[in-house]
Antibody, heavy 120, light 110 residues
Framework: QVHLQESGPGLVKPSETLSLTCNVS?????????WGWIRQPPGKGLEWIGI???????YYNPSLKSRVTISVDTSKNQFSLKLSSVTAADTAVYYC?????????????WGQGTLVTVSS | QSVLTQPPSASGTPGQRVTISCSGS????????VNWYQQLPGTAPKLLIY???QRPSGVPDRFSGSRSGTSASLAVSGLQSEDEADYYC???????????FGGGTKLTVL
């Protein structure tokens, strides 16, 4: 059974860089699929951030592209998110998920999510 | 402002059938399949319907999905109290080269 778990600081100062890691268990990232990040501001809807393949190929949300970097470390079976120059608008629960779009499906499973607050 | 449009709320009584709509465009729903997610209070979203109408293992057949043109819908029949949740539609957008979501519909069981 595939399981994803996000980790990282819960508080980030404005203008700094948000960094999160998603640890994957039950499946080797190097075996395939895309892996991605999605966020949800408190009380609001879902926003797709981006995805990465084990080869390193990425797709990013155009509205965040200038500030986002997603990377993968197959040796640790994890992938990471960096979002630079954060503001209060970046406060959200950040989820990592397996992306099955190349198989005609959606994001499944999801991690439990981690709340990141941007505040001084 | 979400790329896909959903009603903010829907409701029904136990046993009723409720439908939730999702409207998009030719670059997303019109050319790619639609997925639906269920988000119970305080939890992560869960894939409920994929490929317009397919149910992952474990999802009750009370949930069904369909797509027509640039719109899709989710139907919940035999409504139960545990169906009270937020529901999101999503589709890959070929113009944006990424996933787009609806704003979510809060389903209330009266």
């Amino acid at each position: 059974q595939v399981h994803l778990q996000e980790s990282g600081p819960g508080l980030v100062k404005p203008s700094e860089t948000l960094s999160l890691t998603c640890n994957v268990s039950g499946y080797f990232i190097s075996s395939g699929y895309y892996w991605g990040w999605i966020r949800q501001p408190p009380g609001k809807g879902l926003e797709w951030i981006g995805i990465i393949y084990h080869s390193g190929k990425t797709y990013y949300n155009p509205s965040l592209k200038s500030r986002v970097t997603i990377s993968v470390d197959t040796s640790k079976n994890q992938f990471s998110l960096k979002l630079s120059s954060v503001t209060a608008a970046d406060t959200a629960v950040y989820y990592c998920a397996r992306d099955l779009s190349s198989y005609g499906s959606g994001n499944d499973p999801w991690g439990q999510g981690t709340l990141v607050t941007v505040s001084s | 402002q979400s790329v896909l449009t959903q009603p903010p709320s829907a409701s029904g009584t136990p046993g009723q059938r409720v439908t939730i709509s999702c409207s998009g465009s030719s670059s997303n729903i019109g050319s790619n399949t639609v997925n639906w997610y269920q988000q119970l209070p305080g939890t992560a979203p869960k894939l409920l319907i994929y490929g317009n109408s397919q149910r992952p293992s474990g999802v009750p057949d009370r949930f069904s999905g369909s797509r027509s043109g640039t719109s899709a819908s989710l139907a919940v029949s035999g409504l139960q109290s545990e169906d009270e949740a937020d529901y999101y539609c999503a589709a890959w957008d070929g113009s944006l080269n990424g996933w787009v979501f609806g704003g979510g519909t809060k389903l209330t069981v009266l």
